[in-house]
């Protein structure tokens, strides 16, 4: 276990602060030029405009849980507990962006399918993917011991990010209702400049999420490890 | 070294319980482990016994690492904690061969251990109806199958009668005689007269060192009141 | 020499779910007239009409047979629960493995018995056809049940020692076996209709490919889950 | 005075049950989103076809509350045997219906919270189109749930006293719940579609009657159940 | 009487555990039950308590059968048993306000019992970490707050440090003070000293009068071996 450094308490740095202001500024203007920029879509009309928040959220959450596994696998190797606040900390903003794309698709569906919902393989596969981190979240909380929570949770993660491909693969392996993957050669540039710059800030923003909820766990932790120092200080070996 | 605590400690979400354990224990000494309800006992049993982490420090039972190396621990050691940990719907003897096969003494032998105990009467009735007494009888029968060389006992006279009692000195001082080492964690040291060496006490998370106040001042408040620790020691 | 032992732990273990569960009296049976219940609950569910029963035969009977075997792995648990058995077994010497494989083995043999019962059950409520390729139907049910029994084993140890036991297994279980319930669903229902023996093959193959991940990943992950 | 003391202690059970639920932090929402599972589970089993799923709907929503209240009436026991916390329940003086009261209530309320989420997500999931008379869908599900309630708490106390106690209550309680639960889904589906009015009548009626026998019979039956 | 057992006996299955149990305890007048592991000590309080129903014969506590009176028994009773029957979810102090309501006595002084069984510093902690001997405290605690005229003591000293024993003792004499009457089940009387006017044996299932053969075997079978019932009694 690692001491606390010396500085791990107080009010975020102005650094970050700055960082989450820039972020935000980021983003409403990534909006605004990818709303203003494209053309009315010759099937959908204004609707298409959806896509900048959907498609976003639908790729950071790949990415929240990508981060999931990875620092899960780390956490099961090296014991360290940061990775296993990081795990938590994105799966945190991961679900809520994962509920944020199935809202979004929704919303979109609705007027362009006539339906809140159908049981297509991304849509299915991408509520079910919701689910396991939902239950991750759920172990989470049920259990209390910090180690035990670390390793069972890790587990969890690991396996459930096997969806994480099926989700993406979902398109190619069934025939779906749902949009395929395009590439930037199939989308005319109007659009993906709008796509490709959204994505960045979403990116940013989720990177600002993961970072301040990791933090705010770390202060937690770091507070711990000072009554650590406090309780242990007085014993002579 | 039987036993060997390096400033074990633990916490309990914020609340630290034990604050830095330091107890070294011979082969062949028998220990006893005082200290007033809460102070941590089975906390620190239970971390020797592999059954929790240490949140700090180090602890070795003959060599090896509680921690680290588990698997090596757990041949050396016997714990009886405060729950029997029986399977209810097996008999008696049942219990005892699948503990023997997971201790890997497949082929020890059960009905000498269950007469031992004075169940024999009972070899083939199913524990869910036992006696707090016999069940925990029955979990001696276990350690006398496993004669670990590090016997961890939390409170073992409780619900036996005074024939248990004998029954479980008896066991202890076989194992000494055999250079075992026990920690016996006693509220009581009449029934423990004769097996132990000596006795630690814990208070406020830190192996206690007695001093004068210790034995002179009234006993008002209930956290502090412990029976001098020294009183009945042999060693 | 260290080996044999554990083999001998899990043999050992297996002998011992498979008592335990006969002694409770009702233990298996009730858990097989369970699956049939549901069966008769779904069948309610699905109204009287002749087809659309048929057509959902090879769903409802994954799901009795899912519903049906958590509450086996929940109990394959319990037992230890009760009475800190659990706590007898962590501390008992030997390679952590032994003790998943003896459960896993154990619920093997019960899921399976009880497969027998509801599958037979299900054939004659929803009227289904048995088409030429029943073998292949056996198979395919074997591999599904490797795969429910496999995870539902690995997360009933955490969940039925965590707060909330009865809801948290299947809440775990249940979306992560979503591809394994579908694949099985899908290649039943392929040979059921006779039709699509490309498209089953298909299935087929996943559903062996999610085998092997699950049984892979449980028994190196068990060390973790079952330690502290 | 006793008659009040009775109601005293109905109140704190009430507020015991509620609040160890609420202590095990996620309990409500994990419940809650296990019948979303069980909902998603069904929607694949019963395939792709809207028209199919449309026709199902009423059966699977009753069917999920169902299989996801079962979680909630053996947790509210499974509270009091941790512990031997029953026996203490048992030694306080004052009448037993005391005791079957508050955990009727907690179950009621925490049943009641939880169906109003499955139903909006069931809703979404399989396309339903929200009727004119929705009110008295609302009214629908209420009975229905009183009927699942009573009989599901009643029998819990039972079964969570034997071995096997997960599989024994599901196993008692389906099969007596069967009339109530075609009650609720016919009637739930006549409001649905619309027609039938006058046949919605005669279910409701059914529903009606069963709720109260239910509720005199457990309420009459608990002291011999609970006792010893 | 507090106590009138005529002929109380109990089977499980096919075996008589208890045979006939005949015991009056008068209103004022402290008992201790001794006898083996498993002769149906905690059978014959259980069954008094109204948790379990006698195969045969009658039992009165305070002039009410137990056997149909169950709820004016229960106004009466106290029983302090093995587990110790609280929530593991609710705080120290949630147990003890939840125990008074169903007591029937919802405005009864709970930090005070807290206080005097020493948990204050818990009182706001779920009950779900406390070690074995704080819950035998809260469980205390909640007797307490009852105040029963007839208690029923099972092993009462288990898992209680030598405070914790001055405590129970404590509560026992006072509520002798107040005329109540107890049943305590011992398996060694030099805690109980000073608060058990006279012991009363169970062997084989029945109520066992001592003779002078008991005084003098060597103890040689772990059956029979008990300590000399009438040394330590007062009466
Ligand atoms: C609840 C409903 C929906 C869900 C859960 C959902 C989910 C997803 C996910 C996970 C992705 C990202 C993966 C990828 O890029 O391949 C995605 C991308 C996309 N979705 Fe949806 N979606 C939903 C509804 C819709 C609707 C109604 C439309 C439009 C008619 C739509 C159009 C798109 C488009 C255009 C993409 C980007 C594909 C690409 O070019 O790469 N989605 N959706
Ligand atoms: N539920 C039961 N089913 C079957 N047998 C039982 C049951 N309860 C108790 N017995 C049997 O009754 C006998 C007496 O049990 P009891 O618990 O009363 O003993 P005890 O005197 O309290 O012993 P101890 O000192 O060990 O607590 C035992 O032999 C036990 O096996
Ligand atoms: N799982 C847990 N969660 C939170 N606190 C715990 C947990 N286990 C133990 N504690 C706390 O640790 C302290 C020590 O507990 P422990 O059981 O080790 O005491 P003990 O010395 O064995 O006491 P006793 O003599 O009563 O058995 C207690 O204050 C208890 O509240
Ligand atoms: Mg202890
Ligand atoms: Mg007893």
């Known amino acids: ?237 | 070294m039987a036993l060997d605590a390096r400033g074990v400690a633990r916490r309990f979400g914020a609340r630290w319980v034990l604050r830095g354990i330091n107890l070294q224990v011979r082969a062949g000494e028998m220990v006893g482990l005082l200290g007033h309800n809460g102070c941590g006992k089975s906390t620190f049993m239970r971390i020797v016994a592999t059954l929790l982490k240490a949140s700090a420090g180090d602890c070795f039972v003959y060599g090896s690492n509680v921690k680290t190396e588990g698997d090596d621990v757990r041949h050396h050691v016997g714990f009886f904690s405060h729950v029997p940990g029986l399977y209810d719907d097996l008999t008696a003897r049942e219990n005892l061969a699948f503990a023997a096969t997971m201790l890997g003494f497949p082929s020890a032998d059960i009905d000498a251990a269950l007469e031992r105990v004075g169940l024999t009467h009972v070899t083939h009735e199913r524990v869910r109806g036992f006696s707090a007494g016999m069940q925990r009888r029955l979990s001696l029968a276990r350690l006398i199958l496993q004669r670990p060389r590090l016997l961890l006992l939390d409170e073992p006279y409780n619900n036996l009668d005074v024939a248990g009692i004998a029954l479980m000195n008896g066991f202890i001082r076989e194992l000494n005689a055999a250079g075992g080492a026990a920690v016996v964690v006693l509220h009581d040291l009449v029934p423990a007269e004769g097996v132990i060496d000596r006795t630690v006490t814990i208070r406020e998370g830190r192996v206690h060192v007695p001093t004068v106040a210790d034995f002179t001042h009234d006993g008002a408040s209930p956290e502090a009141v412990t029976r001098p620790a020294g009183a009945a020691g042999v060693s | 020499m260290a080996f044999r032992d554990d083999i001998r732990r899990t043999r050992a273990i297996v002998w011992k779910d498979l008592t335990t569960e006969r002694r409770s009296k009702a233990g298996f049976s009730a858990v097989a007239a369970l699956g049939v219940t549901i069966l008769v609950l779904f069948g309610l569910a699905l109204g009287p009409d002749g087809k659309a029963l048929q057509n959902a035969a090879a769903g409802a009977l994954w799901l009795a047979i899912l519903f049906a075997s958590v509450l086996a792995f929940n109990r394959s648990y319990q037992v230890e629960l009760d009475g800190g058995a659990l706590e007898a077994l962590l501390l008992y010497p030997g390679s952590r493995w032994a003790i998943f494989a003896g459960k896993l083995i154990a619920n093997l043999i019960f899921v399976m018995a009880m497969l027998v019962i509801v599958v037979t059950v299900g054939i004659v409520l929803f009227d289904v056809r048995i088409p030429a390729q029943w073998p292949s139907i056996v198979g395919i049910m074997m591999l599904g049940v490797v795969g429910i029994v496999a995870l539902g084993t690995f997360y009933a140890a955490m969940s039925s020692r965590s707060r909330a036991r009865e809801v948290l297994l299947p809440l775990l279980l249940y979306p992560m076996l979503i591809p394994v319930l579908l694949a099985s669903m899908e290649a039943t229902k392929a040979f059921l209709f006779g039709d699509l023996l490309s498209a089953s093959g298909a299935w087929v193959q996943m559903l062996s490919l999610f085998d092997v991940i699950f049984l892979v990943a449980t028994f190196l992950a068990f060390e973790y889950v079952i330690e502290v």
């Open chain 1, 1 to 237: 276990m690692s001491p606390a450094p010396a500085n791990a308490f107080g009010p975020p740095k102005p650094l970050h602060a700055a960082f989450g202001w820039i972020t935000l500024l980021f983003f409403v203007f990534t909006q605004a030029y990818a709303v203003a920029t494209s053309p009315a879509d010759a099937l959908m009309g204004h609707l298409q405009k959806i896509m900048y928040v959907h498609v976003p959220s639908a790729w950071v959450e790949f990415a929240a849980f990508g981060v999931v596994l990875l620092s899960s696998l780390y956490f099961l190797w090296k014991e360290d507990e940061r990775a296993d606040l990081l795990a938590a900390a994105s799966a945190e903003v991961g679900s809520v962006f994962c509920g944020l794309t199935l809202v979004q698709g929704m919303i979109w569906g609705r007027p362009t399918w006539g339906v809140w919902w159908t049981w297509d393989a991304r849509l299915t596969s991408t509520l079910v993917l919701f689910l396991i981190f939902v239950g991750y979240l759920a172990l989470r909380s049920f259990v209390e011991d910090p180690h035990r929570r670390g390793q069972w949770s890790a587990a969890v993660g690991i396996i459930g990010a096997i969806n994480v491909p099926i989700v993406w693969m979902s398109v190619k392996w069934w025939r779906t209702m749902h949009q395929i993957q395009s590439n930037p050669r199939s989308l005319s540039p109007e659009y993906l400049r709008g796509l490709l710059l959204n994505l960045a800030a979403f990116t940013l923003i989720t990177a600002w999420f993961i970072w301040r909820r990791y933090e705010a766990a770390r202060y937690e932790r770091a507070a711990e490890h000072v009554s650590q120092a406090a309780a242990l200080g007085g014993y002579d070996g």
